[in-house]
Nanobody, 120 residues
């Protein structure tokens, strides 16, 4: 099982920046996709940005041009640089990792979540 630990959330004013980081441990499996999702209370968890081991990325339309996802495959870490933050970016952000275990079965792992609050 892959464990994910996030850091970097907090409170920032609109227009400011934050950087989220996530480190994966317990690596005995392949990690194909890593990324970030966010969730508001009472709403479904939504994709923010993901990146594959090959470097392909996918962003939610609402964050394109403002957020940048990056990954270090050697260190099993993923980061999200968030610029020009808006109040609507306020949410709990979850780190995600998906791949296949040592037996070849697919898995999904989630971090515990980190709060990002953007004040207007």
């Amino acid at each position: 099982q892959v464990q994910l630990v996030e850091s970097g959330g907090g409170l920032v004013q609109a227009g400011g920046s934050l950087r989220l980081s996530c480190a994966a441990s317990g690596i005995a499996y392949s990690i194909n996709t890593m990324g970030w999702f966010r969730q508001d209370p009472g709403k479904q968890r939504q994709l923010v940005a993901v990146i594959t081991s090959g470097g392909s990325t996918n962003y939610a339309d609402s964050v394109k041009g403002r957020f940048t996802i990056s990954r270090d495959n050697a260190k099993n870490t993923v980061s999200l640089q968030m610029n020009s933050l808006k109040p609507e970016d306020t949410a709990v952000y979850y780190c995600y990792a998906g791949g296949r275990d040592i037996g070849g079965s697919p898995y999904d792992s989630w971090g515990q979540g980190t709060q990002v609050t953007v004040s207007s």
